[in-house]
């Protein structure tokens, strides 16, 4: 049996693998305390395609060879505009006891999971040296950075996630900051 695999990769993929089972893990655990029939069809969703996607990473991992099932893209149900504006809030604490997760604390605590492993998702894709391995890991960042934006949408229009803006002044002259560049490929 010929393996495919450098060192590195062979540590960087096990990485990926750990954080997708802690991940799953993490939605099933989390589920049971939601409330919200829109955040809970949300993980549903994400854990159903993330299950594929893990099957799908493993099964390259393991045959070195093109996954029978490919990955495909996720395709979030959430409307995509933000709330802006700063409002006046109670301030979010750490929880004392297990009982007291609430819908914001899960939503929260799935998008830092989700933000955390498309970061390691695109370091480990740069460095593999199995080109269809390499492929399943980068084709999976767009998903995990598409699942994130979810959850940091599910927490916007429920005004967990806040997003305040500058001065209209300011984000003109941050804007024009920079120009286009007239450097030419010869």
Known sequence: MSFQHGGHEMFDVQEVLSGAVSL?????????????V?????????????TQEYNTLLEAFQTGSK????????MMKMDHSFTYGLKESEPV????EVTDMNDQHVSSLLLGMMKSSASLRAMTALEMTNPVVRRVVADSVPNAVEMAYE????????????VPQLPTQDMQKMMNAYGPSSNTVH
């Not at 996954?67 to 996720?74: D, E, F, I, M, R």
């Not at 604490?93 to 004392?96: A, D, K, R, S, V």
């Not at 959850?151 to 806040?162: F, K």
């Open 38 to 50: 829109e955040l809970k069809e949300v993980i549903d969703r994400q854990v159903s395609f993330l």
């Open 24 to 36: 799953l893990n993490t939605y099933k655990m989390t589920k049971e305390m939601v409330q919200d």
């Open 93 to 96: 604490t750490p929880i004392t």
């Open 67 to 74: 996954p029978t099932v490919s990955l495909k893209s996720y």
């Open 151 to 162: 959850l940091s949408l599910y927490q916007n229009h429920h005004g967990y996630y806040q």
